[in-house]
C-alpha cells in the first residue's frame, strides 16, 4: 500500500529522493512475516518507514540532498538506521530535504522542493512548503508514503515541518540518538528522532533509534526507558510553565489561540500551568545562526573533491578545490559556510563566535532554572502556518526568523516534542510544542499525549 502511494503521489510531492526498489522492500516485508510467524517478532517488526537522506544506509545512495553527494554510496549503516533495522522496520526510501539540513521550507534540495500534501481552503492552487529541513519525511507521513520517518533537528528541523504538515515530531535530547554515520551539519546541535503519525508512534520509534554509541564520542552512556509506557499516562500534578518570552509580539492571532487551547487541555488533565521566564530567548537566534554556520563550515571542509562525492574537473589543486565546491553546493550552504568561516576567523572569533557561545550558556541557564520551578514547557513550534512556495525564499533573514521557537531548546539541548493541535482558519495544521528537562522524554510524551 505505501509503494503504490509512494507511485502515485511523489512525482507530486517529491517527498523521496529515492525509493529502494519493490523487490527488496518486499522481500524486508517477507522477512518480517516470517519473524511474526516464528513468534520472533521484533518491536518494529514489518513497519514501513522512511528515512531522511542525511544518514548513510548501506549500499543506497545517500545524497544529503546535495549536487555534493549525488553519487555517494556509503559502505556503512549509520548506528540510527541499523538499530531501526535490528528492530525489524522495512526501508522503503530516502526522504528529500534541505541540503545538508540547512533550511526551513525544504526548497533548498538538489532534488527539488518538497510540496506539501496541505491545501488552503478556498486557495488549492498554491503549493504549500512542508516545512524544513525534514520535509520530505513529514510529507511522506503526512500522504501516507510512509508509516513513519527518521528526522534531524539542529535548530527546527524535526519539530517545525512536523507542525506544517500536521504529524507527530520529536527531538530526543541531545546525546540520546547517536550521530554516527549521519551527515553532519552543526554536530553541538544535531540530533535524530523519530516523525510519526501519533505520540504512541513516536515513543516506540525513539526505543529503537536511541541509546549509547562508542563510535560517537557525545552519545550519552544512559540506558533506554520504555518510552511507550509514558504515552497516556495520568499528568495530574504536572507542572507546565508558560514562558513569557514566547508570547512574541506579533505572534499571530491564531497561533496564540492555539496555544491557550494547549493550556486549557492540560489543565483539564490535572496539570498547574506556572508563568516562567527565559529572558535569554530574544538572542536565540542570532546565537543559533552564527554557531550553526560556524560549526557547519568546519564539518563541510571534508568535501575538497578528494575524499568524498564530486570532483570538478581542475588543472592545480587549488582550483580543484574551487570549482568543486563552488558547482557541488547550492547558494544556502555557501552563504553559511562564508558566515561560518567569517565568524571563526582572527579578529572575530572572539567578536562573534566566542560571544556566541557565551550567550548559548544563558540561554542554557535559562531552562535549567525554569525547569527547577516546572516539569515542561509549553509553546507554539513555530510562528505561522505553512506558508506557500516562493514566500519568504528571497530573504534569508525571513526564512530564519520562522525558527524563533525551536532553536532555543537546540540550544540548550533539551528535548522537545511538536504535535498536532488544530487547524487555522484556513484549514491549516498548527503545532504546539512541549520541552523537558535533559534526558526526560518520558515526561514531554506524557503530556504531548493529552494535546494529541
Ligand atoms: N531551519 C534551521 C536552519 O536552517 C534548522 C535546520 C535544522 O534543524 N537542520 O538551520
New binding site residues.
Given amino acids: 500500500a505505501h509503494l503504490s502511494a509512494i507511485n502515485s503521489l511523489n512525482p507530486k510531492l517529491n517527498a523521496y529522493i529515492t525509493v529502494i526498489p519493490e523487490k527488496d522492500v518486499l522481500a524486508a516485508a517477507d522477512s518480517s512475516d516470517a519473524h511474526y510467524a516464528a513468534g520472533t517478532a521484533r518491536p518494529m517488526e514489518g513497519l514501513p518507514i522512511g528515512i531522511k537522506d542525511l544518514f548513510c544506509t548501506r549500499g543506497v545512495k545517500t545524497t544529503a540532498a546535495s549536487k555534493m553527494l549525488a553519487d555517494f554510496i556509503p559502505p556503512y549503516e549509520s548506528t540510527v538506521t541499523a538499530q531501526l533495522l535490528a528492530s525489524g522496520s522495512v526501508f522503503l526510501g530516502k526522504t528529500n530535504l534541505d541540503e545538508f ?4 521550507a525544504n526548497i533548498n534540495s538538489a532534488a527539488g522542493p518538497v510540496v506539501s500534501p496541505w491545501q488552503r481552503k478556498g486557495d488549492e492552487k498554491a503549493a504549500l512548503v512542508p516545512g ?2 525534514s520535509g520530505g519525511s513529514a510529507a511522506a507521513v503526512a500522504a501516507g508514503l510512509a508509516l513513519a520517518a527518521t528526522g ?6 524535526i519539530r517545525q515541518p512536523a507542525a506544517y504538515c500536521g504529524i507527530v515530531g520529536l527531538k530526543p535530547t541531545y546525546g540520546r540518538c547517536s550521530r554516527w554515520g549521519t551527515i553532519a ?1 552543526a554536530s553541538s546541535l544535531d540530533q535524530a528522532g523519530p516523525m510519526t503519525r501519533t505520540v504512541a508512534d513516536a515513543a516506540l520509534m525513539l526505543e529503537a533509534m536511541a541509546g549509547f554509541d562508542e563510535k560517537d564520542s557525545t552519545s550519552a552512556n544512559k540506558p533506554v526507558p520504555a518510552f511507550s509506557k509514558a504515552v497516556g499516562k495520568s499528568v495530574k500534578g504536572l507542572r507546565v510553565g508558560i514562558p513569557a518570552e514566547y508570547r512574541a509580539p506579533g505572534l499571530a492571532p491564531e497561533i496564540s489561540a492555539i496555544w491557550e487551547q494547549g493550556i486549557a487541555w492540560l489543565r483539564e488533565a490535572g496539570c498547574e500551568i506556572v508563568d516562567v521566564s527565559l529572558p535569554h530567548t530574544r538572542y536565540g537566534l542570532a546565537t543559533y545562526y552564527i554557531i ?1 554556520p560556524a560549526e557547519c563550515s568546519s564539518n563541510l571542509a571534508r568535501y575538497d573533491g578528494v575524499r568524498f562525492g564530486s570532483r570538478a574537473e581542475a588543472p592545480s589543486l587549488d582550483e580543484l578545490y574551487e570549482r568543486t565546491r563552488a558547482e557541488g553546493f547550492g547558494e544556502e550552504v555557501r552563504n553559511r559556510i562564508l558566515m561560518g568561516t567569517y565568524v571563526l576567523s582572527a579578529g572575530y572569533y572572539d567578536a562573534y563566535y566566542l560571544k556566541a557561545q557565551k550567550v548559548r550558556n544563558l540561554i542554557r541557564r535559562d531552562f535549567t532554572e525554569a525547569f527547577e520551578k516546572v516539569d515542561v514547557l509549553l509553546a507554539p513550534t513555530a510562528p505561522s502556518a505553512a506558508f506557500a512556495q516562493g514566500e519568504n525564499s528571497s530573504d534569508p533573514v525571513q526564512m530564519y526568523l520562522n ?1 524563533i521557537f525551536t532553536v532555543p531548546a537546540s540550544m540548550a539541548g533539551v528535548p522537545a516534542l511538536s504535535v498536532p493541535a488544530g487547524l487555522d482558519s484556513q484549514g491549516l495544521p498548527l503545532g504546539l510544542q512541549i520541552i523537558g528537562r535533559h534526558f526526560d522524554e518520558e515526561t514531554v510524551l506524557s503530556a504531548g499525549s493529552v494535546i494529541e
Fill in positions: 539540513a540547512m533550511g526551513s524544513g529541513s534531524t533537528d539542529t535548530g527546527g528541523s551539519f550553526a525558527d
